[in-house]
């Protein structure tokens, strides 16, 4: 299993402005995943990070809206930039240990 | 990718048996179902996961059949305490990466 934080838990952000999103695990992993969470919605990944390599983004999702770096194997950052108000979500980073996956608490964004 | 399709959601009163069901019917080979639990606020949970017949643990069991097209996650006696959305996941880790779509979930409310 996994213990995952993330930093930090709650956000609230002027519109045109940027946020890098910490997530934290207690064990090595060589993927991470990044998931948003709309109100009322269910998960959709964003990207996936491995270390030492480009970040892998889902259709929908590009690079230099959400930049992602992933400088070694118990660290992630998510960065939301520009932001809108269509970005306010909770925001979840995930590892990966057999075949399930572990989740952090979240980070929830609210942009004005 | 398969495309998972559960109730929206369900009620229940404490001390009663739940069982949600889950179809997939374009499940590949070499996925897993797995069964997440996620309370307000917070990260999904993980309860349960298998790939084919029953699997048991100390909380839920999970059903699966021989297609695999379907499978039904039993809640023994549920509390109030366990009223949350409970999504249903298929999908595998491979090389690069974990492909996997969430569901819309079940939203469950459990009555005293």
């Known amino acids: 299993s996994a213990v995952i934080s993330q930093k930090p838990s709650r956000d609230i952000c002027q519109r045109g402005t940027s946020l890098t999103i910490q997530c934290q695990v207690d064990?090595?992993?060589?993927?991470m995943f990044w998931y948003r969470q709309q109100p009322g919605q269910s998960l959709t990944l964003i990207a996936t990070?491995?270390?030492?390599?480009?970040?892998?983004?889902e259709s929908g999702f590009v690079i230099d809206k959400f930049p992602i770096s992933r400088p070694n194997l118990t660290f992630s950052t998510l960065t939301v930039s520009n932001m809108s108000p269509e970005d306010s979500s909770i925001y979840l980073c995930?590892?990966?240990?057999?075949?399930?996956?572990?989740f952090g608490p979240g980070t929830r964004l609210t942009v004005l | 990718l398969a495309k998972t399709t559960q109730p929206i959601s369900m009620d229940s009163y404490e001390g009663q048996e739940v069982n949600i069901t889950c179809s997939h019917n374009?499940?590949?080979?070499?996925?897993?179902i797995t069964w997440y639990q996620q309370f307000p606020s917070q990260g999904p949970r993980f309860i349960i996961q298998?790939?084919?017949t029953k699997v048991t643990n100390e909380v839920a069991s999970l059903f699966i059949p021989a297609d695999r097209k379907s499978s039904t996650l039993s809640l023994p006696r549920v509390s109030l305490s366990d009223t949350a959305v409970y999504y249903c996941l298929v999908g595998a880790l491979y090389t690069g990466g974990f492909k996997t779509i969430f569901g819309a979930g079940t939203r469950l409310f459990v009555k005293a």
């Open positions: 064990s090595q992993v060589t993927m």
């Open positions: 990070a491995n270390q030492g390599s480009e970040a892998t983004y």
């Open positions: 995930s590892v990966v240990f057999g075949q399930h996956a572990f």
């Open positions: 374009n499940i590949a080979t070499n996925d897993y």
């Open positions: 298998g790939y084919k």
